[in-house]
């Protein structure tokens, strides 16, 4: 177990999570009374927001937001992403790739201009900071695909029109979901910013903002573990769904 | 003395030459593959190209393929007719044919590792192939069904490559190509990392194929002189000469001229073991 690349059964390793969680959570326990509240006070807080419809309203807010988000999201980036093997096409999906080193932060008076309500702004936004790192993961699995991939379509002999559509299109459908699996952090890291330029519809990044304000800090490190539990569950929903579609991908 | 006689050419290679970093790899190559007519008996073509490792023959495979264009010279094949796979050899008779440059798909590409879609099934994989073939038109599923029952790949239809032994694989490329319609079938060391059982299996297969249809072709790449000497008819030797930079065809031993070609057990005979010492002395 203390060995370099030693192998561990599936319920060892488990068991090793459960443990180490166990250790940390009693030494937190133990550390004396202070700023940062200990884990049976949020706990506590975290079973008073879970019982509360307050907690769901807000999540369930945000849940729409980012599913649309990742909805368009994905067309955007698959649509520039198919095309970047079109060479007319290949700068712009270059440039979108290079838009991740821009701040949202910068743009948030551009956004308002161009957009009609504070829903669109939050859309708009959670679209234009997710697109480029989608947009980077899905390029990066295009420009690693075996040569044969393509060689097998020509000796086909298919077009390359056929060719982009077997080896890119439908090769890798299973990677896109593992590339929304993947970014999904992102996108659910950017809801809580946000949710905080426009707080009237609510969400638990507003929430987040509002105990954060009042220095509510059981209720804030109860939120994230909520926001942690959330992320958790699509990542392995996501997982579910990838090897259901392509059953391929379990092998 | 097995009777034969050659018919039209079916593919010529004149002058091809390759450079890579403006080093020649390979250079004026020239050699020509016939139709080899047996009187009663639907007969392929079953050629070798030997040489050593480095030599060029991937490259070599690469442009016979249309996969690499050569920057001289020019690969010429037999203008497709729309003939199914297993038609009868009355077609050589008949009918004149061009030579036109080679195109990738051309040619049924069998590659050393048995490369398949891993997210198509086995069965997907096929009919791709079979959507290719004009004359297989609405028959595509009898003929998959048919090919997988003579390869003995009926149980493994449904599956993903990935759960496929290497000896199934392979299987699957031929099919695959077979399906496909090509009279040409190129195959890079088809012999390459097979143990013996498997290795007599891939042998007979691939006699099945040559017979299969009279314009059918296999060109084995390889660099397994015994196994790819015994089923050919006609071995050209890729090597180097004298003072040339790149590679070429050194040497074309004709099995047929010799009595090597079609005759079981060839291994065993004497006339077969001087064959491969002299190739052997050409690489």
């Known amino acids: 177990m203390f060995r370099p690349f ?22 937190w326990q133990s550390l004396p009374a202070g700023l940062i509240p ?15 419809s307050l907690l769901w309203d807000n999540v369930l807010v945000s849940l729409v937001l980012t599913l649309k988000a990742l909805f368009f999201s994905v067309l955007i980036t698959l649509l520039f992403s198919y095309l970047s093997v079109v060479p007319f096409f290949r700068p712009i999906a270059q440039f979108i790739i290079k838009c991740r080193y821009l701040t949202l932060t910068g743009l948030i008076f551009i956004f308002t ?25 899905f390029m990066s699995v295009i420009l690693q695909t075996n040569a044969q991939e393509f060689e097998l379509c020509q000796t086909l002999g298919y077009t390359r029109w056929q ?7 439908v090769g ?17 890291m950017m809801i809580t910013m946000v949710e905080g330029l426009s707080m009237s519809e609510g969400g638990i990044g507003t929430l987040l903002i509002k105990y954060n304000k009042y220095n509510d800090l059981v209720h804030v490190i109860a939120l994230q573990t909520v926001i942690f539990g959330l992320g958790l569950f699509f990542d392995y929903l996501l997982g579910i769904l990838r090897h259901w579609f392509f059953p391929y991908t379990k092998l | 003395m097995t009777i034969y006689s050659r018919g039209e050419t079916l593919l010529q290679v004149k002058d091809l ?60 094949v037999r203008a497709s007719q729309d003939t199914t796979p297993f038609e009868a050899p009355s077609l050589r008779t008949g009918l004149p044919w061009t030579l036109r440059p080679v195109h990738a798909g051309d040619m049924g590409v069998i590659f050393q590792n048995y490369y398949q879609f891993g997210w198509r099934t086995i069965e997907q994989s096929l009919r791709l192939a079979a959507h290719r073939n004009k004359t297989l038109k609405g028959m595509e599923n009898d003929a998959i069904k048919e090919y997988a029952a003579q390869f003995g790949l009926s149980d493994v239809l449904k599956r993903y490559p990935r759960q496929l032994s290497g000896g199934q694989q392979q299987r699957v490329s031929i099919i695959q190509q077979l399906l496909k319609g090509s ?46 000497v015994a089923i050919s008819d006609t071995v050209f ?42 190739i052997k002395l050409c690489l």
Not at chain 2, 62 to 76: C, E, H, N, V
Not at chain 2, 207 to 217: A, C, D, N, Y
Not at chain 2, 242 to 247: N, P, R, T, V
């Open chain 2, 17 to 76: 030459s390759l450079y890579y970093d403006n080093k020649c790899i390979l250079c004026d190559i020239n050699f020509s593959i016939d139709d080899i007519i047996r009187p009663g008996i639907q007969q392929g073509q079953v050629v070798s190209v030997i040489g050593r490792s480095g030599i060029g023959k991937t490259q070599l495979f690469r442009t016979l393929s249309g996969l690499q264009q050569p920057d001289k010279g020019q690969i010429l």
């Open chain 1, 6 to 27: 030693e192998k561990i059964s599936r319920t060892t390793f488990l068991t090793l999570v459960a443990l180490e969680a166990i250790v940390f959570l009693s030494l």
């Open chain 1, 113 to 137: 201009l161009l957009t009609r309500d504070g829903s669109q702004l939050k859309l708009s936004l959670l679209v234009f900071g997710i697109v480029p790192f989608f947009t980077t993961s």
């Open chain 1, 163 to 169: 060719c982009l559509y077997e080896v890119i299109i």
């Open chain 1, 38 to 52: 200990s884990p049976l006070k949020i706990g506590e807080g975290l079973g008073g927001l879970i019982t509360s």
């Open chain 1, 172 to 188: 890798k459908a299973d990677q896109v979901f593992e590339i929304v699996r993947q970014n999904f952090a992102i996108a659910w």
């Open chain 2, 237 to 278: 030797i890729l090597g180097k000469k004298d003072g040339q930079e790149g590679s070429t065809i050194v040497r074309t031993i004709d099995l047929m001229e010799r009595g090597l070609a079609w005759e079981k057990n060839v291994a065993e005979r004497k006339e077969f073991a001087e064959t491969i010492r002299e």
């Open chain 2, 183 to 228: 009279d040409f079938l190129l195959l890079d060391e088809p012999f390459s990392g097979l143990d013996v059982c498997v290795l007599d299996k891939v042998v007979s297969l691939l006699l099945k194929v040559s017979l299969s249809h009279e314009f059918k072709t296999l060109i084995i790449v390889s660099h397994d002189i015994p196994t790819a």
